[in-house]
């Protein structure tokens, strides 16, 4: 296995996840917790359950994002859910991003692989996989289901395989009660065997890298059929204006360049006015 040794930084950035899915944990509200450990207002998001935590890791590129994502899984089990299982569902924006995320998580040599085993019993899949996954490998492992965003719109034709019913699913179905069943998600009369309606069981835990691109109201609604415990984002632009983000830890470019993670020179310059920032920078192409 590779050796990786964590930065300053990282370690301080996953501080802080512990320490907010604890106080998440014990006070039973993510915007108590958010505020006792930051100082700032939560924005709770609509839709979603009041008791869900929704927070931003602010990680400026090659800042080691998936990394840090992949060592949080054990304090997602430990410290928030209290549980030695979970799902997760880990959303990336492309395809190309995905295959990465996939190889890295199933490569015994990898550092994402280190990451994430400590969390104990481990399965990755991709959605393909997970269209036929079974209630023993969510029973008797933290299962992680790598996708794009784009998977899960249900405009897509292609995409719709994710809510229709699939009998390779139907033994998530067999023991669930009544109110569980009635808080599926439907097709008409029916309650589809779906793989959105087993994640919907299941609450995933949900991790959206790069997140700044999935600030659609759309994209919100898909997450939130899922009724997920929990949603991570990680990018270097947090959203403050339309849908802002939680921003539970920030790392600056210069933490990055102590570390060397940053070869080149960084050359900041402050411009108050915001048209001729842009065009400024437009320059500079």
């Not at 300053?8 to 917790?33: G, M, T």
């Not at 869900?52 to 890791?57: A, G, I, T």
Request: net charge negative; proline share 5%.
């Amino acid at each position: 296995m590779l050796y990786f040794e964590p930065k300053k930084y990282q370690l301080q950035v996953l501080d802080s996840v512990e320490k907010y899915f604890k106080a998440c944990y014990e006070q039973q509200n993510p915007s108590l917790a958010f505020y006792s450990m930051t100082g700032v207002a939560y924005l709770p998001l609509k839709g979603f359950a009041e008791d869900m935590p929704y927070f931003c890791l602010r990680v400026p590129t090659g800042g080691g994002k998936t990394w840090l994502a992949a060592t949080s899984v054990e304090f997602i089990n430990k410290e928030l859910l209290s549980t030695e299982h979970s799902v997760i569902l880990w959303l990336v924006p492309s395809n190309q991003i995905k295959e990465q995320t996939l190889r890295g998580l199933t490569n015994r040599k990898h550092p994402l692989y280190a990451a994430l085993a400590a969390a104990g019993a481990m399965t990755v899949l991709s959605l393909d996989e997970a269209k036929s996954v079974t209630p023993s490998t969510l029973n008797t492992s933290t299962t992680v289901i790598v996708a794009t965003r784009q998977a899960f719109q249900v405009e897509n034709e292609e995409n719709r395989k994710v809510y229709e019913s699939n009998g390779g699913l139907m033994a998530h179905f067999d023991t669930i009660s009544h109110a569980q069943r009635s808080d599926l998600l439907k097709d008409g009369e029916t309650t589809p065997y779906s793989l959105a309606n087993v994640l919907r069981l299941r609450r995933p835990f949900i991790i959206v890298d790069e997140a700044h691109n999935n600030r659609t109201e759309l994209g919100f609604d898909t997450l939130a059929k899922f009724n997920p415990s929990g949603i991570m984002e990680l990018t270097a632009t947090p959203d403050m204006e339309r849908t802002p983000s939680n921003v539970l830890h920030s790392v600056s470019a210069v933490e990055l360049k102590i570390e060397e993670m940053i070869k080149l020179p960084i050359l900041l310059e402050i411009q108050p006015n915001w048209q001729q920032c842009l065009a400024d920078a437009l320059a500079e192409e």
